[in-house]
């Protein structure tokens, strides 16, 4: 539902201020047919492909390397 960067955006912030104690857990969560998932407008199909091109981009984006997320090169400020 997020977009990847802004997910690794966000977790360099926490590390940083947590002194590096962060531990990231992700899951697609929800049921079929979920009240949730019809109120933020997310397609129920292709939810576990997407967590994994993000699982993949995410630790290159946190240490602030140059990425690939989608067909964009991407790269965050240094943690």
Known sequence: MRPTAWIAAQVQTLQHLSG???TL?????GFPGSPFWRA???PLQGRGRRADEALRALPGLIRGEA?????DEVT???P
């Open 67 to 71: 990425t690939m997320v989608g067909e």
């Open 20 to 22: 590096d104690r962060v």
């Open 76 to 78: 965050l400020g240094p």
């Open 25 to 29: 857990g992700v899951g697609i969560g």
């Open 40 to 42: 933020v407008g997310a």
